[in-house]
Nanobody
Framework: VQLQASGGGLVQAGGSLRLSCAAS????????MGWYRQAPGSQRELVAT???????NYADSAEGRFTISRDNAKNTVYLQMNSLKAEDTAVYYC????????????WGQGTLVTVSS
């Protein structure tokens, strides 16, 4: 099983980035997918999740600025991030779980997002 996250980088405040997470080795369409992030010295926190049905959930900090989506044909989940702020700087991780009552069983390696103010 592999979750390959990409799309991070350096962007100015107010800018946009789109993260991608390509999955292999799992039946992607049956998994809920999530994006989490971890800033230096902080715990990993939820950013957004998308269920196998396409239902979405966002952290308050992401609501209205970020959009999570998935393409089951490409086994890929995306995170479109707009109006980025310095406090969005973190390593972003994608994860896969079999349902909202189960834990994440697969994680990607993370992609670094740095927002300069």
């Amino acid at each position: 099983v592999q979750l390959q996250a990409s799309g991070g980088g350096l962007v100015q405040a107010g800018g946009s980035l789109r993260l991608s997470c390509a999955a292999s080795g799992i039946i992607f369409r049956i998994y809920d997918m999530g994006w989490y992030r971890q800033a230096p010295g902080s715990q990993r926190e939820l950013v957004a999740t998308i269920g196998s049905s396409g239902s979405t959930n966002y952290a308050d900090s992401a609501e209205g600025r970020f959009t999570i989506s998935r393409d089951n044909a490409k086994n890929t989940v995306y995170l479109q991030m707009n109006s980025l702020k310095a406090e969005d700087t973190a390593v972003y991780y994608c994860g896969a779980r079999l349902g909202p009552r189960t834990g994440y069983v697969h994680w990607g390696q993370g992609t670094l997002v740095t927002v300069s103010s």
